[in-house]
């Protein structure tokens, strides 16, 4: 039998790479190999333990993409029909469906109360390959994935973005709605920022990006936004909300959170105008407090949305954004080093450091 190889979290702070024999796939379900999956915010969340139960003892991963090796019984089209065979590529959604619980009832797969039911499995349970910091990875019958448009097929790690950074801010902006000539801020220039600032841009929107690093304010002026908040320069939060009102004429129309810091909500929403949107994906860690006057959101109408999953199909058009986009934002810049499995943990610590924005796994190299 193969045998293959994950990274695995047995307890907070430390990770093993360990072996396992590797399953054949059920009916429904697709065996792959990993050929890159790239670091997520999340993932170094999950080795401190800060997301708590049940994402303990668990392998780790799930921005990714994987080649077919093999397909289970009654498969043969990805999830938007695409005929399917060994050795595609294809990009699956990190999360599960299970049609049965109330959010998949009200249509609000994005919800699933048992999207995770896979990734928190120990290891020692079937079919062992549950992340994608892996040699394989288990698409089981319940999850989507979509075949790869041929022109990303030359940037692997560009095309594992688009699951989850880009489909998720996509998505989030679809929510929230952005319009033709809307001012929409975005606080933190990491991967969801500079997706976010493609995606809205192409919505006709202005983008002012609040970020203090100097490399990633160089990598928001390369995607584009038309306006840095540069936190050296406007170093207090009362500075910040100024200077986006001045810029905007009154406060922006959409917020985005991807900073991933408590206090950028209570921020956040005070650089909106009146009855402007605000969107929060950045914070995903429960016990994660900021101070805020809720009557300040009440008073001035302001509208907030929280997620923190997208509805599956966004994957593929996540895709084809890409696709359309590929030569007109430095997406290969949002990979901006390459690690073997071995070299996870130094992956991971370079990416909680912030000096990389999103580094890659390649399980093979």
Known sequence: MTTGKVAYVPEPDEIEIRTHDVPDPEHGAVLTTVERSNVCGSDHHIVEGRLGDPFMEMVLGHEALCRIDELGAGVD????????????LVAPVYYRTCQRCAACARGEHYNCENSYSHKTKSLDEFPHFHGTYSTHYYIHSDQHFYKIPEVLKSNPGVAAAANCALSQVMFGLDQVGVEYDEWVVIQGAGGLGLNAIAYAREQGAKTIVVEGRPERIERARSFGADHV?????????NARIERVHDLTDGGADVGVEVAGVPAAFTEGVELLR??????????????????????RITRRSIEVT???????????SALRFLAQTITEYP????????????????????AANGDLSRPSIAPHQ
């Open 306 to 316: 929280a997620l923190v999953q997208y509805d599956p199909g966004y994957l593929d």
């Open 274 to 295: 009146e009855g402007g949107r605000y969107l929060e994906l950045g914070n995903i860690n429960p016990g994660s407090e900021t101070m805020f006057d809720p009557g």
């Open 77 to 88: 089209t990805d999830s938007a029909g695409r005929p399917v065979e060994a050795g595609d």
């Open 229 to 237: 908040v540069d936190m050296r320069e406007y170093d207090n939060i």
């Open 331 to 350: 997406y290969d810049e949002l990979v901006d080093a390459v690690y073997g499995l071995d070299e996870v943990e130094e992956a991971l610590d370079e």
